[in-house]
């Protein structure tokens, strides 16, 4: 059964820092990978999808990695800023089992970035 | 245009009675997915429509909960005598096709908390 952690739970850090948060899964098998911000009380906002032929992908101050073969993935902010504060989500598509495209996401990474 | 919308955005009901959740997904997405969302926890996923058909319903935690779309577009998660545990957050997202690289575009979400 695939099962994504993420850590930290949570992290606070000054403005300006870049930093990385962190994702693992533990079936290689999957179709690809995205990452979401979530606002309080509020859906899900799609950041970066990586499709799992590929390594990385960018946006702006994001970049996200994926190395299938390890079950991993980080997401990079550059000089974040307090408008980053928001709860991080990383979820996988997984490939075969009777999988119909529906997401498996970990639990998430709280993010404050102080100002 | 216009994004995945979910009405009501916030639903409280008392123990035991019937609730409709609505979701209108982008204009022309062919698959639609429900997830739930508990506090702390990322979502969950619950069904699964391409067209009018459930395509996979193995998500739903038993069969107090249904969803509909008739007409391949709107969709209803339904939930029959609500229990304290049903509160959550009922997210709901659209795709265009259902594909390896589906990207799914999330919904506000409803609120749903049961007295």
């Known amino acids: 059964k695939q099962e994504v952690t993420q850590i930290p739970a949570a992290l606070s850090v000054p403005e300006g820092e870049n930093l990385v948060l962190n994702c693992s899964f533990t079936d290689s098998a999957i179709y690809n990978l995205q990452w979401f911000r979530q606002d309080p009380g509020k859906g899900l906002t799609s950041l970066l999808l990586?499709?799992?032929?590929?390594r990385e992908q960018t946006s702006g101050r994001l970049n996200a990695s994926l190395d299938k073969s390890s079950g991993r993935s980080t997401l990079y902010i550059a000089a974040s800023q307090p408008g980053d504060s928001a709860t991080y989500l990383c979820a996988v598509t997984p490939r075969g089992g009777g999988s119909q495209g529906n997401l498996i996401f970990g639990k998430g990474t709280k993010l404050s970035v102080k100002p | 245009g216009a994004g995945v919308s979910q009405t009501p955005s916030n639903k409280v009901t008392e123990k035991g009675k019937y609730v409709e959740l609505r979701c209108d997904p982008i204009?022309?997405?062919?698959?639609l997915y429900w997830y739930r969302q508990s506090l702390g926890q990322g979502p969950e996923f619950l069904i699964y429509f391409q067209g009018t058909g459930a395509a996979d319903d193995s998500g739903l935690p038993n069969d107090r909960f249904f969803a509909v779309r008739p007409e391949g577009s709107v969709s209803t998660l339904k939930i029959q005598r609500t229990e304290r545990g049903d509160s959550a957050v009922y997210l709901c997202a659209s795709s265009l096709v259902r594909s390896s690289y589906n990207e799914q575009f999330f919904g506000p979400g409803t609120r749903l908390t049961v007295l």
């Open positions: 990586i499709q799992s032929s590929q």
């Open positions: 204009s022309g997405h062919t698959a």
